[in-house]
């Protein structure tokens, strides 16, 4: 099988992570090249002790690599400032981007909800971990009854939350409040994130709150543990905490307020839990492990795309 080459910008945790989940799982991707801009990085080590090309001058570095002629498609593990420059270069060359990043250049891409729509853009984007692990969740309440307000509080150990998590914390929220609504449907969201500093770590923990028009709570239970499933099959410390809760509010209860015009509403709660693979990073980095774990299963998704484009022609 011919496999898509990849590379990776960022030699950080997720960078990493991502370069071992494309050598270990992939079967549709051929990892490359990893470009970062510390040259002592753990990453860039463990890259050239697997044989992959590295650079430690960046996009630029990797653009004056021999192997970046035969890429395809870069993933960006940097931050949302450094991608809008990414962008910029990788763009013109007609590399693709998957974007790590808040940055949200390109569209929001959820896989087990809109993983389809956008396999011709030339630049996607993971919304956050928060977003990945919440979203769908959001989505399958939406698909049995339109979601007025969703609001997800996303519990992430502190020591998981690396420089580049702590300088895009504002970008971290209104990217994953607005991808709540396009991607999730709800007409309004919310997102939290929370950076644990318990000692030992804790694994991410995921709240969702939905408020909806009063409908059938089994179907509603039905539509989110078909959606874990999902999300499972390429997350697979994705779980329900406990069983899906629901709370009838009145009309003239305060929190109706952020349902206009929904009567007595209802309120779906969820709580999520995401333990990692341990591939790269602790099993307590269940954040980051979803975030390269979606954008690997995009990236494939993409790849597959491109090559039964090739086919028909």
Known sequence: MNRTKVAIIGSGNIGTDLLIKVLRLSES???TALAGIDPDSDGLARARR????????GVEGLV???????VDIVFDATSAGAHRRHDEVLRPLGRTLVDLTPAALGPYVVPPVNGDA?????NVNMVTCGG?????IVAAVNAVSPVHYGEIVASIASRSAGPGTRANIDEFTETTSAAIERVGGAARGKAIIVLNPAE????????????????ATEAVTASVEEMVGRVQAYVPGYRLKQKVQFERVAADDPLGTLAPGAGDALKVSVFLEVEGAAHYLPAYAGNLDIMTSAALRTAERMAAHRLAERAAR
Do not use: N, W, Y
């Not at 969702?208 to 009063?214: I, N, P, T, Y």
């Open 29 to 31: 991707l051929e990892i």
């Open 50 to 57: 697997l044989k992959v090309a590295t650079t430690h001058g």
């Open 64 to 70: 004056e690599l021999d192997e970046f002629a035969d």
């Open 118 to 122: 956008h396999l011709g853009a030339p």
């Open 132 to 136: 990945q692990a919440t979203i769908p």
């Open 200 to 215: 030992p770590p804790l694994i991410m923990r995921d709240t969702v709150h939905c408020l909806v028009s009063d409908c």
